[in-house]
């Protein structure tokens, strides 16, 4: 008999930093993984140790085409996220942040289940210094 409360949770960009991560606390955790990557930044030794868990199945995809497959959750990572990655191809880390999103919103329609939709930073352009009176109160 399946324990409801683990679920086969979907993690695209899982062999990145923080996709890595993420697997290790949902496969710790008692959940199934199927990690997604197309290792374009991610990489395989991010998650070589867990190749020999049973509840872990990883996958090499590009999420800028459709995925089928069985899930109950998924958790959306990927995206080439320091400058050094996403400068290098533009136009593939654009398809990769809309497509890709495109993708995955289609599966969890499909699936009718939940997903987690990451970010950066880069998304807030950049920081501007901006000076601002002290004031008493601490307001």
Not at 19 to 31: E, K, M
Not at 67 to 75: A, K, N, R, S, T
Not at 111 to 139: D, H, M, N, W
Request: glycine share 8%.
């Amino acid at each position: 008999m399946k324990d409801y409360r683990t679920k086969r949770i979907l993690v695209t960009g899982g062999a990145g930093f923080l996709g890595s991560h993420l697997c290790d606390r949902l496969i710790a955790n008692g959940h199934e993984v199927v990690c997604v990557d197309n290792f374009f930044t991610g990489s395989k030794e991010n998650v070589v140790h867990l190749r020999d868990e049973p509840r872990f199945e990883l996958v090499r995809h590009d999420v800028t085409f459709p995925l089928y497959l069985e899930v109950d959750e998924i958790m959306n990572l990927a995206c080439p996220a320091s400058p050094i990655h996403y400068q290098t191809d533009p136009v593939q880390t654009t398809k990769t942040s809309v497509h890709g999103a495109i993708n995955v919103l289609g599966l969890a329609k499909r699936l009718g289940c939940k997903i987690f939709q990451a970010s950066t930073s880069e998304v807030y352009g950049t920081r501007r210094s901006i000076r601002r009176p002290r004031t008493t109160g601490g307001t």
